[in-house]
């Protein structure tokens, strides 16, 4: 038996040789990983200050803003790219490649001054013709952009000199200034376009910061500082995005790993990066809205009381403690807090069972049942059973579907649904989360809502300039929204983002993005 | 033996063109369409038609296969939907990472199965036997999610031995990028040296018991010599189907094990591509793990018999 265990000996050796083997491995390679992964204990152990590594919630599937659709993309935009004019923490409109703008009294035509000097990374200059070009190829039906609809509304462009553009609109259009600060007023270099035509989404050329570099699918993305840019020079050179769509991966990889930043942390895991001490944790309200969407042309939501019922039947204070920790703020109306068009006096009311079981007797209907369609997630399958078991209480019989999110969008827009869990990323004008959902025939309003004061007041709202008026007719529609009950408001989403304690220069801007440009390392 | 190469050969082809058949008409039954995907909740009907248009999502299914097929022939796998890159080329960057992991899982699970099924076996009915068969029976349960995340937590939160997760290419950074593969080569690993262990156990437990065996203590020879020079190699056909299976398995990747650990390889592509509806990613994910599949039970069948001489391929067995 003996010479047994000198058979197998070798084999303990060699699986001890290669288990050391590679230890010593690893801390060869010292400069990499390990001292990174203790460098997040202490600001001081860090020896490298020329890379940073973002970590995102999904791999960016589109690197031409003119083509984009997923969120996760205008992250990267942040750094590759420029818009012509950027929003500040307080929503305020600020400067970035137009230096200045008029708006004409008849709000139909805007006049950009540009910023002069500024090179798109392959060198090609920018200019009035530039511009000129970015919005020709974003309002060309042959390109499919998703951009169209929101520009749509332009009219004609005009190059006034080299460093001046005119756009005239069809009809004024207030929120034409937000819609610039986001994927639409992204310029692209006119010459990587025209070179290197679909394969430019692969090879994007912008006025950001920083240039591309390169791109692995589900791996990196890295982009290294633009030395000719005309802002503040970037004190990092070089910034890598790492994708990780699992949250308590993206935050343990934050804790211990080489990620530096997090663009997301979810709601369970708040208290876990709270209590790690080397990161420092910032949120803001975004501008969102979530909560349930009914088809108003199907049974039983084709009944006004019954919509009613459900609105006030849910409790969304219960809703945003359970599901969400509190990381969340309870809505009545598609405009969130950071909105200046929120209507502070449309309060979150308490959950009114009786008065919810009123109405639904009121509405003549008995044992009123309907499917809830939402996407697979476990977060959205405990929001639906908490719904599911408030509206039990009224005597609602609720039943709930997974669909696959896209699938879900499609039945959505043929209207195969009784209600279902979809919401909105929001926009930095009221407009952008109240007129496509919910004036008659909205290119969002798949509820097929339509009340003709609605549209009036939205109408109204988008073709004033006037904040205080505006103001007033979105609240009007707040109201309204909420007798009407086409869509129930549950919750705004508030943004978390995570960060090792040395990095310094984040602002968070409701938009949500990481601007790349002053981030510094202590 | 060259004929029984040929007809192999012919057979795989075979069996690769109704693997393409089958692959291209589930893609295209999937929900979803790959329009709406791309276009977002905000598409009006006239963008989601011309998009649709022009990705020749309107051509009937038949026409679509064979733009497909004769594209693969000629060494054309299409382009991304999402993104318009080459389809090959994002599959020929994935093709290493997966490989490295795969190498290095097999590494683990080899450097843990020999002996410890070796062990099992020998010492049938003691301690060693009892361990042996307890780590086989936690290493088939535990789920790889969960493993995953235990190394993790141990190796990198705590100990701070190994970096959590990420990838970096062989190339790049030799000793980073095997840093970055041990936790999850232990994960793959284990599991993989679990079923291994099993089946090497019962294998050798079968030889272990014949005639011959018995004649060659009876001539003296050491115990050492006995399992490892006459019993391993009778009892390694099983462990090898097995292994087989599971390589051509690890081929299309894993992906718990690569989305725990961050690892860019097959797995997480094939898995982002189903859920954009990436249709010629997804195809040739597909039919490049299947490729692997019918490659590697080919090279098994090779293996046999140079492992055991008396396995003929080719010969129908006149028993």
Same mark, same amino acid.
């Given at each position: 038996?003996?010479?047994?265990?000198?058979?197998?000996?070798?084999?303990?050796?060699?699986?001890?040789?290669?288990?050391?083997?590679?230890?010593?491995?690893?801390?060869?390679?010292?400069?990499?990983?390990?001292?990174?992964?203790?460098?997040?204990?202490?600001?001081?152990?860090?020896?490298?200050?020329?890379?940073?590594?973002?970590?995102?919630?999904?791999?960016?599937?589109?690197?031409?803003?003119?083509?984009?659709?997923?969120?996760?993309?205008?992250?990267?935009?942040?750094?590759?790219?420029?818009?012509?004019?950027?929003?500040?923490?307080?929503?305020?409109?600020?400067?970035?490649?137009?230096?200045?703008?008029?708006?004409?009294?008849?709000?139909?035509?805007?006049?950009?001054?540009?910023?002069?000097?500024?090179?798109?990374?392959?060198?090609?200059?920018?200019?009035?013709?530039?511009?000129?070009?970015?919005?020709?190829?974003?309002?060309?039906?042959?390109?499919?952009?998703?951009?169209?609809?929101?520009?749509?509304?332009?009219?004609?462009?005009?190059?006034?000199?080299?460093?001046?553009?005119?756009?005239?609109?069809?009809?004024?259009?207030?929120?034409?200034?937000?819609?610039?600060?986001?994927?639409?007023?992204?310029?692209?270099?006119?010459?990587?376009?025209?070179?290197?035509?679909?394969?430019?989404?692969?090879?994007?050329?912008?006025?950001?910061?920083?240039?591309?570099?390169?791109?692995?699918?589900?791996?990196?993305?890295?982009?290294?500082?633009?030395?000719?840019?005309?802002?503040?020079?970037?004190?990092?050179?070089?910034?890598?995005?790492?994708?990780?769509?699992?949250?308590?991966?993206?935050?343990?990889?934050?804790?211990?790993?080489?990620?530096?930043?997090?663009?997301?942390?979810?709601?369970?895991?708040?208290?876990?990066?709270?209590?790690?001490?080397?990161?420092?944790?910032?949120?803001?309200?975004?501008?969102?809205?979530?909560?349930?969407?009914?088809?108003?042309?199907?049974?039983?939501?084709?009944?006004?009381?019954?919509?009613?019922?459900?609105?006030?039947?849910?409790?969304?204070?219960?809703?945003?403690?359970?599901?969400?920790?509190?990381?969340?703020?309870?809505?009545?109306?598609?405009?969130?807090?950071?909105?200046?068009?929120?209507?502070?006096?449309?309060?979150?009311?308490?959950?009114?069972?009786?008065?919810?079981?009123?109405?639904?007797?009121?509405?003549?209907?008995?044992?009123?049942?309907?499917?809830?369609?939402?996407?697979?997630?476990?977060?959205?399958?405990?929001?639906?059973?908490?719904?599911?078991?408030?509206?039990?209480?009224?005597?609602?019989?609720?039943?709930?579907?997974?669909?696959?999110?896209?699938?879900?969008?499609?039945?959505?827009?043929?209207?195969?649904?009784?209600?279902?869990?979809?919401?909105?990323?929001?926009?930095?004008?009221?407009?952008?989360?109240?007129?496509?959902?919910?004036?008659?025939?909205?290119?969002?309003?798949?509820?097929?809502?339509?009340?003709?004061?609605?549209?009036?007041?939205?109408?109204?709202?988008?073709?004033?300039?006037?904040?205080?008026?505006?103001?007033?007719?979105?609240?009007?529609?707040?109201?309204?929204?909420?007798?009407?009950?086409?869509?129930?408001?549950?919750?705004?989403?508030?943004?978390?983002?995570?960060?090792?304690?040395?990095?310094?220069?984040?602002?968070?801007?409701?938009?949500?993005?990481?601007?790349?440009?002053?981030?510094?390392?202590? | 033996?060259?004929?029984?190469?040929?007809?192999?050969?012919?057979?795989?082809?075979?069996?690769?063109?109704?693997?393409?058949?089958?692959?291209?008409?589930?893609?295209?039954?999937?929900?979803?369409?790959?329009?709406?995907?791309?276009?977002?909740?905000? *598409?009006?009907?006239? *963008?989601?038609?011309?998009?649709?248009?022009?990705?020749?999502?309107?051509?009937?299914?038949?026409?679509?296969?064979?733009?497909?097929?004769?594209?693969?022939?000629?060494?054309?796998?299409?382009?991304?939907?999402?993104?318009?890159?080459?389809?090959?080329?994002?599959?020929?960057?994935?093709?290493?990472?997966?490989?490295?992991?795969?190498?290095?899982?097999?590494?683990?699970?080899?450097?843990?199965?020999?002996?410890?099924?070796?062990?099992?076996?020998?010492?049938?009915?003691?301690?060693?036997?009892?361990?042996?068969?307890?780590?086989?029976?936690?290493?088939?349960?535990?789920?790889?999610?969960?493993?995953?995340?235990?190394?993790?937590?141990?190796?990198?939160?705590?100990?701070?031995?190994?970096?959590?997760?990420?990838?970096?290419?062989?190339?790049?950074?030799?000793?980073?990028?095997?840093?970055?593969?041990?936790?999850?080569?232990?994960?793959?690993?284990?599991?993989?040296?679990?079923?291994?262990?099993?089946?090497?156990?019962?294998?050798?437990?079968?030889?272990?018991?014949?005639?011959?065996?018995?004649?060659?203590? *009876?001539?003296?020879?050491?115990?050492?010599?006995?399992?490892?020079?006459?019993?391993?190699?009778?009892?390694?056909?099983?462990?090898?189907?097995?292994?087989?299976?599971?390589?051509?398995?690890?081929?299309?990747?894993?992906?718990?094990?690569?989305?725990?650990?961050?690892?860019?390889?097959?797995?997480?592509?094939?898995?982002?591509?189903?859920?954009?509806?990436?249709?010629?990613?997804?195809?040739?994910?597909?039919?490049?793990?299947?490729?692997?599949?019918?490659?590697?039970?080919?090279?098994?069948?090779? *293996?046999?018999?140079?492992?055991?001489?008396?396995?003929?391929?080719?010969?129908?067995?006149?028993?």
């Amino acid at each position: 038996m003996k010479t047994l265990r000198k058979a197998i000996l070798p084999f303990v050796v060699i699986a001890l040789f290669a288990f050391l083997a590679a230890c010593g491995g690893q801390s060869s390679s010292n400069g990499g990983s390990s001292s990174d992964a203790k460098s997040g204990q202490s600001a001081s152990t860090r020896t490298d200050k020329s890379k940073l590594v973002i970590g995102l919630d999904a791999d960016p599937p589109q690197l031409d803003p003119a083509m984009s659709t997923a969120a996760v993309d205008r992250q990267v935009y942040q750094s590759i790219y420029n818009t012509l004019v950027d929003i500040d923490k307080n929503l305020n409109y600020v400067p970035e490649l137009a230096t200045s703008w008029k708006i004409s009294d008849d709000g139909k035509t805007y006049t950009f001054y540009l910023r002069k000097n500024v090179l798109f990374q392959d060198g090609t200059p920018f200019n009035a013709e530039a511009v000129k070009f970015n919005f020709e190829r974003m309002l060309d039906p042959k390109l499919g952009s998703p951009r169209l609809s929101e520009i749509n509304l332009i009219d004609k462009i005009t190059v006034v000199d080299d460093y001046t553009i005119r756009i005239h609109l069809k009809q004024p259009y207030a929120p034409f200034l937000s819609v610039l600060s986001d994927r639409a007023g992204m310029m692209v270099s006119p010459t990587a376009v025209k070179k290197e035509g679909k394969d430019f989404a692969n090879h994007p050329v912008g006025t950001g910061p920083y240039k591309f570099v390169k791109h692995v699918k589900q791996g990196d993305l890295v982009v290294e500082r633009f030395d000719k840019y005309w802002g503040n020079k970037p004190k990092i050179k070089t910034i890598v995005y790492k994708p990780f769509p699992d949250g308590t991966t993206r935050l343990t990889n934050l804790i211990s790993g080489d990620v530096d930043i997090v663009n997301t942390i979810d709601y369970k895991d708040i208290k876990r990066a709270n209590s790690a001490v080397n990161l420092k944790v910032s949120s803001t309200e975004s501008l969102g809205f979530q909560g349930i969407q009914l088809n108003t042309k199907v049974k039983p939501f084709d009944n006004k009381k019954v919509r009613q019922a459900v609105n006030i039947a849910l409790d969304r204070n219960a809703i945003a403690k359970v599901v969400f920790f509190n990381g969340v703020v309870p809505a009545t109306s598609p405009f969130p807090e950071t909105s200046w068009a929120h209507p502070s006096d449309l309060q979150v009311p308490k959950a009114d069972v009786a008065k919810a079981k009123q109405l639904l007797k009121e509405s003549g209907l008995n044992n009123v049942s309907f499917t809830l369609k939402i996407s697979p997630s476990p977060q959205e399958k405990q929001l639906a059973q908490m719904i599911q078991s408030m509206l039990q209480q009224v005597g609602f019989k609720v039943k709930i579907e997974m669909v696959e999110f896209g699938t879900l969008l499609e039945q959505i827009a043929e209207g195969d649904y009784q209600a279902a869990r979809v919401g909105w990323s929001g926009r930095t004008d009221p407009d952008g989360n109240a007129y496509a959902w919910f004036t008659t025939n909205g290119t969002l309003n798949y509820m097929k809502y339509s009340n003709p004061e609605v549209d009036k007041l939205l109408q109204e709202a988008r073709t004033s300039l006037d904040q205080e008026k505006r103001k007033a007719l979105y609240d009007r529609v707040s109201k309204i929204l909420w007798d009407d009950a086409p869509y129930i408001f549950l919750y705004y989403p508030k943004d978390y983002k995570a960060m090792k304690n040395d990095v310094e220069g984040f602002v968070h801007v409701p938009d949500i993005m990481i601007r790349t440009e002053n981030l510094q390392f202590k | 033996m060259v004929r029984y190469l040929a007809r192999r050969f012919l057979l795989m082809i075979v069996i690769l063109f109704i693997v393409s058949v089958i692959i291209f008409s589930l893609v295209n039954v999937l929900p979803g369409d790959p329009a709406r995907l791309m276009l977002g909740q905000e *598409a009006t009907p006239e *963008a989601l038609a011309a998009l649709r248009k022009e990705m020749g999502l309107n051509d009937p299914l038949y026409i679509q296969y064979i733009h497909w097929v004769g594209g693969i022939l000629h060494g054309d796998f299409g382009y991304s939907l999402r993104d318009h890159s080459p389809v090959l080329k994002t599959l020929l960057q994935k093709i290493p990472v997966t490989l490295e992991l795969t190498f290095f899982s097999f590494v683990v699970a080899i450097l843990i199965a020999l002996p410890v099924g070796i062990l099992s076996a020998t010492r049938r009915g003691r301690l060693s036997d009892y361990l042996g068969t307890f780590f086989a029976l936690s290493g088939i349960s535990l789920p790889s999610f969960w493993l995953g995340i235990l190394l993790i937590y141990l190796f990198a939160v705590k100990l701070k031995w190994f970096p959590p997760s990420g990838y970096v290419p062989l190339s790049e950074n030799f000793g980073k990028s095997i840093a970055l593969m041990i936790l999850p080569a232990i994960t793959l690993g284990t599991h993989l040296a679990a079923e291994l262990t099993r089946m090497l156990r019962s294998s050798l437990l079968d030889v272990l018991q014949s005639d011959y065996i018995r004649t060659a203590y *009876a001539k003296g020879l050491l115990e050492r010599a006995v399992v490892i020079g006459h019993a391993l190699k009778n009892a390694l056909v099983p462990v090898l189907t097995v292994g087989g299976l599971q390589l051509a398995a690890f081929f299309g990747g894993s992906v718990i094990t690569e989305t725990i650990f961050g690892i860019p390889g097959i797995g997480q592509l094939v898995v982002n591509a189903i859920l954009t509806r990436d249709f010629p990613v997804v195809q040739a994910c597909v039919l490049f793990m299947a490729f692997m599949v019918v490659v590697i039970n080919f090279l098994v069948d090779i *293996a046999y018999s140079i492992i055991d001489p008396r396995i003929k391929l080719g010969e129908v067995s006149k028993g």
